[in-house]
């Protein structure tokens, strides 16, 4: 038996499958290219060869997408990042006190003690220090986006570069490239820049103390490790499955609550890989908020609304049909 978690994010999809003990047996990392349906659609597909409806006791979703993905799969737990991740690194390692997580598009700080989350702060306003900036820099540079982290390490001297911005960031390691300043030192200034760009902004004010994990996309450049280590004066650790932390947590926030409860997964299987669903929204006139309610609907039948701030659509799903 196993447990499945999904994690909707702005970039990528993460779906994961563990056992009892939260060992991944299969992972898939996909682009959510503006599409979270179509992504957990194509991941259900690939998932549905190789194991069965039945072999699945408990479903999560997590992420920015958590919400649409939990009417899709039939979730039986719907948490945020914040929390999904604070699970999963506990699971891992109960002593660690600081979570440092970048992904796609945003960066987010957890601060943990004695196995609580006691302070968090995202950054969702600029991409500079997230994936997407350094594919974008990797691409104009013609270096695969795996040996960025390589050519940091090899510098012999960190060029200065403007962090705080993505544009501003961009244009002053052009500046150094037309002053003819080393690739390797350039990028390890880049590297430098972002971490230091991440520390005044989304970890500003944060007391961040060992043990530090470090997830997410980002995780897996040496460089930025190498630079969060240099910063903070501390060992920085990146766990196993450090891509997919956030669905491991989902998944495992789902087993706990199901064999608590000791109930039945609402996991809907995986031929809603070949389910025609369709998103329509409308502008509820209940009161003066006139909240957009998105409706997502399988085969033409609604299985969920969310968007309203009072409940009356997202808590009612009869009185969401009886309405339509």
């Known amino acids: 038996m196993y447990y499945m978690g999904v994690d909707v994010g702005s970039v990528s999809t993460d779906i994961v499958i563990a056992d009892s003990n939260m060992n991944v047996i299969d992972s898939l990392y996909l682009r959510t290219r503006g599409n979270p349906i179509s992504a957990i659609q194509e991941g259900f ?31 039986d737990v719907v ?14 390692d109960k002593d660690v006190k600081t979570i440092i997580e970048i992904g796609g598009q945003d960066s987010k700080i957890i601060i943990l003690r004695n196995g609580i989350v006691t302070d968090f702060a ?4 600029c991409a500079a220090g997230t994936g997407s900036f350094l594919d974008r820099q990797a691409e104009r540079l013609g270096i695969p986006i795996e040996d960025l982290g390589d050519y940091a390490l090899n510098a012999t001297t960190s060029v200065r570069i403007a962090g705080r ?8 390691m052009i500046h150094k490239q037309q002053l003819g300043y080393k690739q390797e030192d350039i990028i390890k200034g880049l590297s430098d820049a972002l971490v230091r760009n991440y520390l005044t902004n989304v970890g500003k004010g944060k007391e961040i103390i060992p043990k530090v994990f470090f997830q997410g996309g980002v995780a897996s450049n040496k460089g930025i490790k190498s630079s969060f280590e240099n910063a903070l004066g501390c060992n920085v650790i990146i766990p196993k499955n450090h891509k997919v932390m956030g669905a491991i947590g989902a998944a495992l926030m789902a087993k706990n609550k199901l064999e608590k409860t000791n109930s039945k997964t609402c996991f809907k299987g995986f031929d809603i890989a070949n389910t025609n669903f369709v998103s329509k929204s409308f502008e509820c006139s209940g009161c003066g908020n ?9 085969n033409e039948e609604i299985i969920g609304s969310f968007g309203d701030r009072c409940g009356k659509w997202s808590n009612n799903l009869e009185y969401s049909k009886s309405s339509s």
């Open 45 to 75: 597909k690939t998932l549905g060869k190789k194991f069965d409806t039945k072999q699945i006791k408990a479903v999560g979703t997590t992420g920015s997408g958590r919400v649409i993905a939990s009417f899709l799969v039939g979730a």
């Open 79 to 92: 948490k945020n990042e914040i929390t999904s991740h604070a699970v999963a690194s506990l699971y891992q």
């Open 122 to 125: 995202m950054n969702t306003v």
């Open 165 to 172: 911005c993505a544009v501003f960031a961009e244009s002053d």
């Open 290 to 298: 006139k909240c957009e309610v998105v409706r997502i609907l399988a």
